[in-house]
């Protein structure tokens, strides 16, 4: 069998308060073009499907649109777990009526141990979804003895291992963070000081694991552990990211290959940088003009309303950054400010080591000026 893994869509997601949603759609679209072109048996979304636990009325429109493409036009089962954005519950409504439709929403921790079944010509696959849990809810859940994110995983892992068939090829779901992986500044935290890290042990024994919450495609263990990444780029730290889905195919003794289906954004996150003259000329013959921009402007002179500029010929410029002003981490301004130096001396000390270069004779026959006035100022008020 053939399906597609996919994950952290975060429908209704706001990016410095722009919203995404027609970005969001239109990387939908690429995927239901790669289950056509690739005759997939299922669609697998390994949580976060929303932004936040209440999405906005546009956002779960959409989403309601998308999914009933996938399961009316293309009759296409699918099957998706919460993660930590969304509302279990709320994801969850209605899940035993939908699984008639083939949708299938796994969102309860009670659920782990029920497997959607697909039968393919390759024969039967099973799933099994871990949605997005802390040690509190799995206590509350299995009434066990748990204290870790890594302990209350681990425990309903077992629980499948326990239940599953042998002989036939097994899937697991989960929305985590597996210690080790990359993570992106997108993504919320899960817990504070890393406690929400979970080993990739336990899933080893499976034949596929589909992981969710980390927004970087990538795998950690073994590389049938994997994470699809998220639909889009949702900070500029994500910015040299690959994003897509991935294409899995299993047989009846496991699995056979994985392969990464880019996905094209309408309006990509980039970071340019460079002076303002060159970035301004380069802008009025770029295609990509409407993208998302992260720009860091080299120039050393003051600049009259930069972001105004940029803005004519990049208009989505969300962030600007000025690289002279910017220190590197942990150095120090020092200057003698003892009496036996004068003012002039004091800030052009000052000035070399943000700038990097002395003041020119302009610059210094200026401050000169200014160190004069204010002296007569502050003299004449004695």
Same mark, same amino acid.
């Given at each position: 069998?053939?399906?597609?893994?996919?994950?952290?869509?975060?429908?209704?997601?706001?990016?410095?308060?722009?919203?995404?949603?027609?970005? *969001?759609?239109?990387?939908?679209?690429?995927?239901?073009?790669?289950?056509?072109?690739?005759?997939?048996?299922?669609?697998?979304? &390994?949580?976060?499907?929303?932004?936040?636990?209440?999405?906005?009325?546009?956002?779960?429109?959409?989403?309601?649109?998308?999914?009933?493409?996938?399961?009316?036009?293309?009759?296409?089962?699918?099957?998706?777990?919460?993660?930590?954005? #969304? !509302? !279990?519950?709320?994801?969850?409504?209605?899940?035993?009526?939908?699984?008639? =439709?083939?949708?299938?929403?796994?969102? *309860?921790? =009670?659920?782990?141990?029920?497997?959607?079944?697909?039968?393919?010509?390759?024969?039967?696959?099973?799933?099994?979804?871990?949605?997005?849990?802390?040690?509190?809810?799995?206590?509350?859940?299995?009434?066990?003895?748990?204290?870790?994110? #890594?302990?209350?995983?681990?425990?309903?892992?077992? *629980?499948?291992?326990?239940?599953?068939?042998?002989?036939?090829?097994?899937?697991?779901?989960?929305?985590?963070?597996?210690?080790?992986?990359?993570?992106?500044?997108?993504?919320?935290?899960?817990?504070?000081?890393?406690?929400?890290?979970?080993?990739?042990?336990?899933?080893?024994?499976?034949?596929?694991?589909?992981?969710?919450?980390?927004?970087?495609?990538?795998?950690?263990?073994?590389?049938?552990?994997?994470?699809?990444?998220?639909?889009?780029?949702?900070?500029?730290?994500?910015?040299?990211?690959?994003?897509?889905?991935?294409?899995?195919?299993?047989?009846?003794?496991?699995?056979?290959?994985?392969?990464?289906?880019?996905?094209?954004?309408?309006?990509?996150?980039?970071?340019?940088?460079?002076?303002?003259?060159?970035?301004?000329?380069?802008?009025?013959?770029?295609?990509?003009?409407?993208?998302?921009?992260?720009?860091?402007?080299?120039?050393?002179?003051?600049?009259?309303?930069?972001?105004?500029?940029?803005?004519?010929?990049?208009?989505?410029?969300? *962030?600007?950054?000025?690289?002279?002003?910017?220190?590197?981490?942990?150095?120090?301004?020092? &200057?003698?400010?003892?009496?036996?130096?004068?003012?002039?001396?004091?800030?052009?000390?000052?000035?070399?080591?943000?700038?990097?270069?002395?003041?020119?004779?302009?610059?210094?026959?200026?401050?000169?000026?200014?160190?004069?006035? &204010?002296?007569?100022?502050?003299?004449?008020?004695?």
């Amino acid at each position: 069998m053939k399906f597609i893994h996919t994950s952290d869509w975060h429908i209704g997601r706001l990016f410095q308060n722009i919203s995404l949603l027609e970005d *969001q759609l239109h990387v939908l679209k690429q995927i239901k073009n790669y289950a056509k072109v690739h005759q997939v048996d299922a669609l697998i979304i &390994a949580g976060d499907i929303f932004d936040r636990s209440v999405p906005p009325a546009d956002a779960v429109e959409a989403l309601d649109h998308f999914l009933d493409e996938i399961s009316s036009e293309l009759k296409l089962p699918i099957i998706m777990i919460s993660g930590n954005h #969304d !509302s !279990s519950k709320r994801l969850g409504f209605g899940a035993s009526h939908m699984r008639l =439709s083939g949708l299938h929403i796994l969102s *309860q921790l =009670s659920d782990v141990i029920k497997p959607v079944i697909i039968e393919t010509a390759t024969g039967t696959v099973h799933f099994y979804g871990i949605p997005y849990h802390d040690p509190v809810e799995v206590r509350e859940a299995f009434a066990c003895e748990v204290s870790t994110y #890594d302990e209350a995983h681990t425990f309903l892992v077992d *629980q499948i291992k326990q239940v599953r068939v042998a002989g036939v090829p097994s899937v697991v779901i989960s929305h985590c963070f597996i210690d080790g992986a990359e993570e992106s500044e997108s993504e919320r935290p899960l817990s504070i000081g890393g406690a929400d890290r979970v080993s990739y042990q336990p899933l080893e024994d499976f034949d596929y694991v589909a992981l969710g919450h980390l927004h970087g495609p990538q795998y950690k263990g073994a590389e049938h552990i994997r994470y699809s990444g998220s639909l889009l780029k949702y900070s500029f730290s994500e910015y040299l990211q690959n994003k897509g889905v991935t294409l899995v195919e299993l047989d009846e003794n496991g699995l056979v290959a994985t392969e990464h289906l880019p996905l094209k954004a309408q309006k990509n996150l980039r970071i340019i940088e460079g002076l303002l003259d060159d970035i301004l000329e380069q802008g009025k013959d770029d295609p990509d003009n409407e993208d998302y921009l992260f720009i860091r402007l080299l120039d050393k002179q003051d600049i009259l309303d930069p972001l105004g500029q940029l803005r004519k010929v990049y208009p989505n410029t969300l *962030q600007l950054e000025r690289t002279q002003f910017i220190l590197s981490k942990g150095s120090q301004l020092k &200057a003698d400010v003892s009496l036996k130096r004068t003012e002039n001396q004091v800030f052009n000390d000052f000035f070399k080591q943000v700038i990097g270069h002395d003041l020119t004779e302009e610059q210094s026959t200026l401050l000169l000026d200014i160190i004069a006035e &204010a002296k007569g100022v502050i003299e004449g008020k004695e």
